[in-house]
């Protein structure tokens, strides 16, 4: 049985709870957004891979991240997955 342990891990609450961010730039395209927004940047359509919500971040001259901790017990395995996707002058 898998147990999420990240407090919105997916952003499923349609915002960033649990989860700190450095955006060093103050971009105006970072945040979580819906599937139903239609967001593009340099051409490209973005959307989830699973549930409804995705995070965006950066702009396309400066970066940021977004992180969380956990809790973990010595001994257990845990599987940390997430998608990526970079799009640079249009083409991702």
Same mark, same amino acid.
Do not use: H
């Given at each position: 049985?898998? #147990?999420?342990?990240?407090?919105?891990?997916? $952003?499923?609450?349609?915002?960033?709870? +649990?989860? +700190?961010?450095?955006?060093? $730039?103050? =971009?105006? #395209?970072? +945040?979580?957004?819906?599937?139903?927004?239609?967001?593009?940047?340099?051409?490209? /359509?973005?959307?989830?891979?699973?549930?409804? $919500? @995705?995070?965006?971040?950066? #702009?396309?001259?400066?970066?940021? @991240?977004?992180? /969380?901790?956990?809790?973990?017990?010595? +001994?257990?395995?845990?599987?940390? #997955? $997430? =998608?990526?996707?970079? =799009?640079?002058?249009?083409? =991702?």
């Amino acid at each position: 049985p898998s #147990t999420e342990i990240l407090i919105n891990g997916g $952003f499923e609450m349609g915002n960033l709870t +649990g989860w +700190g961010i450095c955006d060093l $730039f103050n =971009a105006s #395209t970072n +945040g979580v957004k819906s599937n139903s927004s239609n967001f593009s940047f340099l051409g490209f /359509q973005y959307g989830s891979r699973t549930g409804s $919500f @995705y995070y965006v971040g950066g #702009t396309s001259n400066s970066s940021d @991240y977004i992180s /969380q901790t956990f809790s973990t017990i010595v +001994g257990n395995l845990y599987l940390v #997955t $997430f =998608a990526g996707l970079s =799009a640079v002058n249009g083409s =991702a």
